[in-house]
């Protein structure tokens, strides 16, 4: 079946703008996650989705970051007025019980 | 603040040899472990999940488990050139749909 997917696959923005990116989860897979990944670095984890709810938010690295999830499924993450350090590669993941799948991931370049 | 380390490489080894990637965690009552293989400008791809002390293979993969010794391994047979990549350990301290703990990954690089 279908893998995660996520929009746009790249994303440049002046700084100061707000950006959405998307991610469609594995159809029937209840949990999302949001991971960030800069250039060279390990994976950080952002915030995660049970249904529509978030049991964990921990990870959002400001304010400006925010996300959510609707009828179970399609999942929005949003930065609001972004600054240079957002540039990086945003991960979406989904699982059923414990194993999770990644998307292929958005670039956001922040100019 | 739970943890997962890894040596990050690069760890070389000619084709067709073995390739032993390794990976310690800090909580001692993590439930699942998982090896990912991440090419260069891609995502990770999910390559095992073991559960269980013990050793668990899938083709030329072999993932072995010490939870006494809060110790993950990958090891890889007959590598190729095409297994070159950043392989990453994750851990989830929990159990069911809860976030997993990446370690920085292992650059491995596999010399034709």
């Known amino acids: 079946g279908a893998g995660v997917s996520q929009s746009p696959s790249n994303k440049v923005t002046e700084k100061g703008k707000d950006v959405e990116l998307r991610c469609d989860p594995i159809?029937?897979?209840?949990?999302l996650y949001w991971y960030r990944q800069s250039l060279g670095q390990g994976l950080e984890f952002l915030i995660y989705?049970?249904?529509?709810?978030?049991?964990?938010k921990s990870g959002l690295p400001s304010d400006r970051f925010s996300a959510e999830r609707t009828g179970g499924s399609v999942s929005t993450l949003t930065i609001q007025r972004t600054q240079q350090e957002d540039s990086a590669v945003y991960l979406c993941a989904s699982s059923s019980i414990d194993t999770q799948y990644f998307g292929p991931g958005t670039r956001l370049t922040v100019l | 603040q739970k943890e997962v380390e890894q040596n990050s490489g690069p760890l070389s080894v000619p084709e067709g040899a073995i390739a032993s990637l390794n990976c310690t965690y800090s909580d001692r009552g993590s439930q699942s472990f998982f090896w990912y293989r991440q090419y260069s400008g891609k995502s990770p791809e999910l390559i095992m999940s073991i559960y269980s002390n013990g050793d668990k293979e899938d083709g030329r993969f072999t993932a072995q488990l010490n939870k006494a010794s809060q110790y993950v391994s990958l090891l890889i047979r007959d590598s190729q050139p095409s297994d070159s990549a950043t392989y990453l350990c994750?851990?989830?301290?929990?159990?069911?749909?809860?976030?997993?703990?990446f370690g920085k990954g292992t650059r491995l690089s596999v010399i034709a």
């Open positions: 159809s029937g897979h209840t949990a």
């Open positions: 989705f049970q249904g529509n709810s978030a049991p964990d």
């Open positions: 994750a851990v989830n301290p929990l159990r069911g749909n809860t976030p997993l703990v």
